[in-house]
């Protein structure tokens, strides 16, 4: 079957459905092709999927601390038990309905077919699904990622779990080991703690989530610790070896024992583009050589006509990010803006608890030489609202420019981190100075309650970093 489109859409992840549905309301004819489950990573595997076992964990954790708030469960000798199949049902629901919506939404939408299968570029302006041939002037690439398996020695003897497969787990692993001490795997580590493994975490580098500051990453790995978790850093020559009781990973840290012995084994050491069986080649797109899709400032391909969007294009690896690449794209197409990915600012969180809110530059990347810079800190045993919740762990910092008195960036780690870090990020959107966040009255009380006063406490940032 060979059919003329006015688009082809490739993916349905977080930026192709929503422009799918765009093109379609605009009178364009669109076919949308998806070869996984709608949704995509984010729905499926990713976001939906992790945001709703934490809650699970969260629930686990603020039970097993009730007496700490007056509260008695009246739980037997076997104390909080978390039942992992009810845990994963729930997970499913939630992960079910939300892929469901997709694909609902997608085969509703009038001038949009949806073709079901792996599309493969057959020339710059044909691509396959099957048997079918669609042709379109414009093709829109949103193919996303998978988990990265890293070269370790010995991994093809043992049997290991990455974050996609961990979504089928609905039993607890007495021991499990994560490789990888950054944003995966950290959610994760806590997550199974909470829900009663042991947890260690093996990282090759001297810190966990080395991109964020020095003190970001201590407070972290103070407060995963403090929960029993183990933390290896420094990590060299990690390697597998199957054992009878599951697995042994071997490392060559500076302190602890040179072996690990785990149940199960998750390696979450970051993704890659899903870009090797695309047809890239056929259809001329220039990637990059780890494999992700080269695209200009509004996300076009070499190939006229050709656009990537998401996760595959390396400009970004977040839902938000793949969403912003969907507006992007659609308002300079059929709204002759001119909107482009670099006036972006850099948003993200982790999810443990407490969560850390980033946006902007961290206290490392605002040390530019010749750049006066200004540090507002406090940590979150010093706000209300985090004392009166009992979740006082964590610090917040802000970072101004003092000659434009712009902020540059803010780092929020701590109870509502995730939320209160929005205020910073929408006066860095605004371009306002910081004294229109400064003389802003917030809530009482709450945590973004506090930016305006560390805004009116800010430090030159050599003096406050001592
Ligand atoms: C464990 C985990 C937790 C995460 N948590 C968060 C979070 O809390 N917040 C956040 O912002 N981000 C989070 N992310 C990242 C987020 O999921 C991704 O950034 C986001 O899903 C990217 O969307 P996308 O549209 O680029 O690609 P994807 O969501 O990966 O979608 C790509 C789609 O394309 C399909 N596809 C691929 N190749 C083809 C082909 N050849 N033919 C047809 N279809 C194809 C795939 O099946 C998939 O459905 C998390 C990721 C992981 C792994």
Redesign the pocket.
């Known amino acids: 079957m060979r059919a003329t489109y006015d688009a082809i859409v ?7 459905p929503s422009l799918a549905k765009r093109l379609a309301k605009a009178g364009m004819k669109v076919a949308i ?15 939906t ?3 709703t076992l934490i809650a699970s964990a969260y629930a686990a954790h603020l039970a097993r601390r009730a007496d700490e708030y007056g509260v008695a469960l009246g739980l037997g000798a076997a104390g909080v038990t978390v039942d992992m199949k009810r845990v994963k049902a729930r997970k499913d629901a939630v992960v079910d309905d939300s892929s469901r919506g997709v694909e609902r939404s997608l085969r509703s939408q009038e001038n949009c077919t949806v073709f079901q ?4 570029f057959r020339s710059p302006r044909e691509v396959s ?1 099957g048997d079918a041939r669609l042709i379109a002037e414009r093709i829109f690439v ?6 990265a398996i890293p070269e370790m020695s010995g991994l093809g003897e043992v049997d290991y779990l990455t ?2 497969s ?1 979504m089928e787990i609905d039993v607890l692993p007495r021991h499990l080991v994560i490789v990888g001490g950054s ?2 795997g950290l ?2 580590a806590q997550m199974y703690r909470r829900f009663g493994s042991q947890v260690t975490i093996v990282e090759q580098k001297p810190r966990l989530i080395p991109s964020e500051d020095e003190d970001v990453s201590a407070a972290i790995g103070d407060i995963l610790e403090r929960e029993g978790i183990e933390v290896r850093l420094d990590a060299r020559c990690i390697r597998a070896a199957r054992r009878a009781e599951g697995v042994a990973v071997g490392i060559d840290c500076a302190r602890g024992a040179p072996e690990i012995h785990g149940s199960h084994l998750l390696l979450a050491v970051g ?1 890659r583009p ?1 870009t090797d ?2 047809g890239l080649p056929e259809a001329g797109v220039a990637q990059d050589p780890r494999g992700y899709i080269v695209v200009d400032d509004e996300l076009r391909t070499s190939v006229p006509g050709i656009w990537a ?4 294009n390396g400009r ?7 969403y912003d ?1 969907y507006e992007i794209v659609a308002a300079n197409l059929l709204d002759g803006a001119s909107r482009r990915v670099s006036d972006r600012i850099p948003a ?2 982790l ?1 443990i608890d407490p969560p850390l809110g980033r946006v902007g530059m961290t206290e490392a990347e605002a040390r530019r030489p010749g750049r006066r810079a200004l540090l507002g800190r406090r940590p979150m045993s010093k706000v209300s609202r985090a004392i009166e919740k009992g979740e006082t762990l964590g610090f917040m910092k802000i970072l101004v420019d003092a000659d434009t008195r712009q902020i540059l960036g803010a780092a929020v780690l701590g109870t509502g981190g995730d939320e209160a870090v929005h205020c910073v990020l929408d006066v860095m959107a605004a371009k306002a100075p910081y004294t229109v966040l400064r003389r802003a009255v917030h809530i009482h009380p709450t945590v973004a309650e506090l930016i305006p006063t560390i805004l009116g406490e800010l430090l030159p940032l050599a003096a406050a970093g001592d």
């Not at 092709?33 to 976001?47: K, L, S, W, Y």
């Not at 969007?309 to 595959?312: H, K, P, R, S």
């Not at 970004?316 to 793949?322: E, Q, R």
């Open positions: 490739i993916g349905t992840g977080q930026a192709g092709a998806e070869r996984g489950r709608f949704g995509g990573t984010c729905v499926n595997t990713g976001c999927p992790t945001k299968g792996h599309a493969r699904v949103d193919v996303g990622g998978r988990p974050s996609s961990m944003y995966v959610e994760f993704r899903n069986d695309l969007l998401g996760d595959c970004g690896a977040f839902t938000h990010t793949a690449d993200y969180a999810f």
